[in-house]
Nanobody, 124 residues
Framework: QVQLVESGGGLVQAGGSLRLSCAVSGRTFSSYVMGWFRQAPGKEREFVAA????????YFADSVKGRFTISRDNAKNTGYLQMNSLKPEDTAVYYC?????????????????WGQGTQVTVSS
């Protein structure tokens, strides 16, 4: 079993920054993709960003391109989502997820493991 634990959420003013972390533990596999998703109240969970753990190729939703970056630290088995120039519409619960293999996906159903989520609130 794989466990994902997010941290780093909080309250920030518009224009500010936050860095989310996702620690991976338990049974791991040689190749997977880590994704970040978010869910605002009354809305469906949506894709934010993803990174191939091996090789580091990254993918972003159009709404966060140029503002968010995604990275990983192999030695710490931890992924990061750096969020800059935050807007009130970025307010949501942010989830990290892991998908076996190297294929990128923005569909929630194609991710095998999920963290518990961390709240990000951006005030105007």
């Amino acid at each position: 079993q794989v466990q994902l634990v997010e941290s780093g959420g909080g309250l920030v003013q518009a224009g500010g920054s936050l860095r989310l972390s996702c620690a991976v533990s338990g049974r791991t596999f040689s190749s997977y993709v880590m994704g970040w998703f978010r869910q605002a109240p009354g809305k469906e969970r949506e894709f934010v960003a993803a990174i191939r753990w091996s090789g580091g190729r990254t993918y972003f939703a159009d709404s966060v391109k140029g503002r968010f970056t995604i990275s990983r630290d192999n030695a710490k088995n931890t992924g990061y989502l750096q969020m800059n120039s935050l807007k009130p519409e970025d307010t949501a619960v942010y989830y990290c997820a892991a998908r076996r293999g190297s294929g990128y996906s923005y569909y929630t159903r194609e991710y095998d493991y999920w963290g518990q989520g961390t709240q990000v609130t951006v005030s105007s």
